[in-house]
């Protein structure tokens, strides 16, 4: 769990090139009190935002995503890499972010990073905690940002 206080803090989290594309919610009340993660979509469907606390961090994190044109409308089932759940090209895809001005990167993920409400979901239906289920998806956040993108956590 974590907090953050003001607008200018939950900019800071990320990277200085995904900051002018920020645009928080409508109706967003500071402080928020996040419980695993915060994620939200732009009012135009086409950038996805995550802030996260990496296991052992101390400071949040921010990625925006860009949502990329999905191909084929198939509705052929793709896997969320990061939640395992499964879904059709309209629920899970490819979201993009930049490593720098050249290079792009992109995962397979549920379109709205709404992961944690359907790992609850599937933990609630199974019986068992997801506590643990969380920890991964964290973790799984946490390598993405460091592997991929080179970020540092503190």
Known sequence: MFRIETEKELLSAFRSRDRKHVELP???QLPLFVRDYLAWVDPYGVRVFL???APGGKRP???AFRRDQQGDKVLAPRVCDWCRASGAS???G???TDVDSKRRVGVNLCLDLRCN???EAEMNR???SV???NKHLLERMSRFASEALGMEFS
């Open 26 to 28: 409508k109706g967003t």
């Open 51 to 53: 802030v996260f606390t």
């Open 61 to 63: 994190t921010g990625i």
């Open 90 to 92: 309209d629920q899970v």
């Open 94 to 96: 490819l979201l993009t």
């Open 117 to 119: 409400e359907r790992l």
């Open 126 to 128: 199974a019986g068992r």
């Open 131 to 133: 506590v643990d289920e």
